[in-house]
């Protein structure tokens, strides 16, 4: 990167530190026996439908967020978790009180396990507690899928041989928060903090165990028009499909407090994506994978004005056809959807960086 994008990049990330602020030390103290969240869902599993179940562990969260990089621009994750990480007892706790969710559902059934931060970190889950939470897994039939959400850097031979041979022939995946694959883009748009090759490496580790890869495409991070946003999602779906990913998970920016993006959006310099671009991204999706793998979509606060959103009258039916496709892959659901809004955001999408170089 060159010195002109690095000062670049060192002042987004001295503003997300700002954001930030005092957020942290002031987060509430949470209950260290019980999840940030869980919740059941229909899903997506391989090539059929089921349920899964979303397990967010409150621990300390990210460590890219809690460093001196000061955490990804968007992503306010971090107040989710707790000031003190819990213990082994403490997490698994968490864990089974979560897995509960399951009591009454049949197959098959997905369980995917996020923390505010990396569940393949070792700081932030002890391996042996990571462990005990797979063995149980692992002891249900009706389980057929597993999701654990990790950043690169803790995506290990030695971890995966264990998680490999503790979920047996189970299929696995590793989330993974691409968001772009311009180094550009993911460095000075959203402080990553890791490189194109770094994710490369991991899909490349995780293949060796059989395991695959869900990479996470964000839409629409701060400093880029719709229109940019819009390409720099589609090539960055490219570049993971070349790469043999296993799952496209498409993320619209959704706008989180305490965050860079979030003082953008109070200043009117930032909106979140629109519904349209949602639907264009994943047709494009859709497209290029030829039905080989799945690609999922599930806006957060769609239809808000923190979440991508339209005109306010075609937001539900959008967000409706969004859902249905990311279950059953039909892209139909998403060709027939219409409101006079589409011209504006075609306007929006012509027009937009035209506009901002007269006008700024
Ligand atoms: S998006 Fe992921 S890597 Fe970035 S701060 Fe949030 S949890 Fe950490
Ligand atoms: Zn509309």
């Known amino acids: 990167m060159d010195t002109l994008s690095e000062q670049i990049r060192n002042a987004v990330k001295q503003a997300s530190i700002r954001a930030r602020g005092e957020s942290i030390v002031e987060r509430p103290s949470k209950s260290l026996t019980r999840p940030s969240a869980a919740w059941t869902s229909p899903s997506r599993i391989g090539s059929i439908q089921g349920t899964a179940l979303s397990i967010v562990l409150s621990s300390i969260g990210c460590a890219h967020a809690r460093s001196s990089e000061g955490g990804c621009t968007m992503c306010s994750y971090l107040l989710d978790g707790t000031d003190k990480n819990p213990t082994e007892e403490e997490f698994l706790l968490q864990f089974q009180s979560a897995m509960s969710k399951l009591d009454k559902h049949t197959a098959p059934l997905s369980v995917k396990i996020y923390t505010s931060g990396s569940f393949l970190d070792s700081d932030e889950i002890p391996a042996s507690t990571r462990n005990q939470m797979l063995e149980s897994i692992s002891n249900d039939d009706r389980i057929k899928e597993v999701v654990l959400e990790s950043r690169p850097e803790y995506v290990t031979d030695s971890v995966l041989t264990e ?40 899909v490349n580790t995780a293949k060796r165990y059989g395991i695959g890869t869900r990479a996470y495409v964000l839409l629409k991070p701060p400093f880029l028009t719709e229109r940019s ?115 504006l955001w075609l306007h929006v999408l012509e027009h937009e960086d035209i506009s901002l170089q007269t006008h700024t």
């Open 163 to 202: 998680v490999r041979r503790i979920l047996g022939d189970r299929r696995v995946e590793l989330g993974i928060g691409l968001e772009s694959s311009s180094d550009i883009v993911r460095s000075v748009c959203i402080n990553k903090n890791f490189n194109f090759r770094s994710f490369a490496d991991s």
């Open 229 to 343: 946003a819009l390409l720099d999602a589609q090539n960055t779906i490219n570049d993971a499909l070349a790469l043999g990913v296993s799952t496209i998970s498409l993320n619209p920016v959704n706008v989180q407090r305490s965050t860079l993006v979030e003082d953008l959006w109070e200043k009117g310099k930032f909106r979140p994506p629109w519904l349209w671009s949602v639907v264009e991204v994943l047709r494009h999706a859709h497209r290029i994978a030829e039905g080989t793998i799945n690609i999922v979509c599930d806006p957060v606060a769609a239809g808000k004005s923190r979440g991508a959103h339209n005109c306010g009258k075609c937001d539900a039916p959008i967000l409706d056809a969004i859902r249905r496709f990311s279950l059953d892959q039909d892209v139909r659901s998403l060709e027939s959807l219409a409101c006079d809004c589409r011209l």
